[in-house]
């Protein structure tokens, strides 16, 4: 099974600024990872797939790189809305594994 | 629009069993594998499942192969789970939730479903 390593648990970050969040596979995946938004109480919801590809209706600020093993979601300006946990998965291979999550918090 | 309604959570008992189901539309289904995916109160997201449009192949992750089925009906644009010999740590929130579906370039998740198992 496919590993997938989260860092960190939790981010910091003041509205406005920059948020960097990663995602690490315990074997190359080529591009085949998406990052997911959750809010509380709400299912998660689809920012980035392809590893870099914003799906529909997701802001520009939201941007996705990496391949391989090692992979980055980058939130470019923090908005209010945007405190939540992010999840990265990889859909390279069975079973489907889904990151241990990182909380973006306000500082 | 594309629509996932889960239902047949419940509370069970450990041993026993449950089946859920998704009712979905808005999307050509029968051109669609489609999985299940199941989150633990505050932990992430758990794949479960997988059936292919056709109805096979089939994947399970390890903590159910042998306890769950999947199953779907294209004629009903629905996909099933047959929960058996359910467990204490089987208590989650269950989704069904779609692959990229082309013609809206997301991914697509019911409101899910609550199996609580417990005496």
């Known amino acids: 099974e496919i590993v997938m390593t989260q860092s960190p648990a939790t981010l910091s970050v003041s509205p406005g600024e920059r948020a960097t969040l990663s995602c690490r596979a315990s074997?190359?995946?080529?591009?085949?990872l998406a990052w997911y938004q959750q809010k509380p109480g709400q299912a998660p919801s689809l920012l980035i797939y392809?590893?870099?590809t914003r799906a529909t209706g997701i802001p520009a600020r939201f941007s996705g790189s990496g391949s391989g093993t090692e992979f980055t979601l980058t939130i470019s300006s923090l908005q209010s809305e945007d405190f939540a946990v992010y999840y990265c998965?990889?859909?390279?291979?069975?079973?489907?594994?889904f990151g241990r999550g990182t909380k973006v918090e306000i500082k | 629009e594309v629509q996932l309604v889960e239902s047949g959570g419940d509370l069970v008992q450990p041993g026993g069993s449950l089946r859920l189901s998704c009712a979905t539309s808005?999307?050509?289904?029968?051109?669609?594998?489609m999985n299940w995916v199941r989150q633990a109160p505050g932990e992430g997201p758990e794949w479960l499942s997988h059936?292919?449009?056709?109805?096979?192949?089939?994947y399970y992750a390890d903590s159910v192969e042998g306890r769950f089925t999947i199953s779907r009906d294209n004629a009903k644009k629905s996909v099933y789970l047959q929960m058996n010999s359910l467990r204490a740590e089987d208590t989650a929130v269950y989704y069904c939730?779609?692959?990229?579906?082309?013609?809206?370039?997301?991914?697509?998740w019911g409101q899910g479903t609550l199996v609580t198992v417990s005496s």
């Open positions: 808005g999307f050509t289904f029968s051109d669609y594998g």
């Open positions: 392809g590893a870099s």
């Open positions: 074997q190359s995946i080529g591009n085949t």
């Open positions: 939730v779609s692959p990229l579906i082309i013609a809206t370039k997301t991914v697509h």
């Open positions: 998965q990889q859909y390279n291979d069975w079973p489907r594994t």
């Open positions: 059936i292919s449009s056709g109805g096979s192949p089939i």
